[in-house]
């Protein structure tokens, strides 16, 4: 767990493609956003007693979109912290098992490290423990205290997150920094019209901290980086 900010955590380990997910602390309640790629949890829940705070304390979590490697301790999560579960209504029956992501070609693109996930993919394998989605976020909603944004491309219910006071982007796949800093990797982004609208919204936040799903945090010069990309894309 690494702190980027006052009350903003960085989770991740080497499962996944590099997956991060977000831990928030604000008004004393934790928000976590995204919830890795494996089976237990573990990760989040020892992040969580890392800070001296209780499972129960993760009051809601937010899911970025419905790929598996950012899904994966979602059902564990809801059970142990009775936490309210949001998504875009696009992704929310895929989070919910009654419907499966959209797969993508198979051909080698961009770099081999992601055949497997682009297999995986197209496979539908392994499935995520389904869980239901309690409540669905769009354009223009508040959670706590971070302002979302629909940013369709990657996938049609992609949501960005954007922590106002802390200048803390959180891009899910729309950006990633492994196996190196892209807009995202391509060969997943469904619909790039739509990608490369989104890329531009959120290079005008100007963000000084970008949590990206795939990869390590950007820290450094993070609003020219995802302007470059966004302009590049
Ligand atoms: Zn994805
Ligand atoms: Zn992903």
């Not at 979109?65 to 992704?91: C, D, F, N, P, Q």
Request: hydrophobic share 40%.
């Amino acid at each position: 767990m690494k702190e980027l900010a006052p009350g903003v955590y960085s989770l991740g380990h080497g499962k996944g493609g590099h997956v991060h997910a977000f831990l928030l602390e604000s008004g004393g309640e934790l928000l976590l956003v995204d919830t890795l790629f494996e089976g237990d949890a573990r990760l989040v829940l020892d992040a969580v007693r890392q800070l001296g705070r209780s499972p129960t304390e993760i009051k809601r979590i937010a899911i970025t979109h419905a790929h598996r490697s950012h899904l994966g301790g979602l059902a564990a999560l809801k059970r142990i912290t009775g936490a309210t579960v949001y998504a875009h209504r696009w992704e929310a029956d895929i989070v919910a098992g009654d419907r499966r992501a959209q797969a993508v070609s198979i051909v080698p693109h961009q770099s081999i490290k992601l055949i497997p996930f682009q297999l995986g993919l197209w496979l539908d394998r392994p499935r995520h423990t389904p869980c239901p989605v309690d409540e669905l976020l769009d354009e223009g909603d508040s959670l706590g205290p971070l302002q979302v944004m629909h940013s369709p491309g990657h996938s049609p219910g992609h949501l960005t997150f954007w922590w106002p006071e802390r200048r803390f982007l959180i891009a899910g796949d729309g950006i990633a920094t492994w196996p190196d800093l892209c807009a995202g990797w391509k060969v997943f982004n469904l619909n790039h019209v739509q990608h490369k609208a989104s890329l531009g919204r959120l290079a005008s936040f100007e963000p000084l901290t970008v949590g990206v799903g795939h990869g390590e945090p950007i820290v450094e010069d993070a609003a020219d980086r995802v302007r470059r990309l966004a302009e590049s894309y």
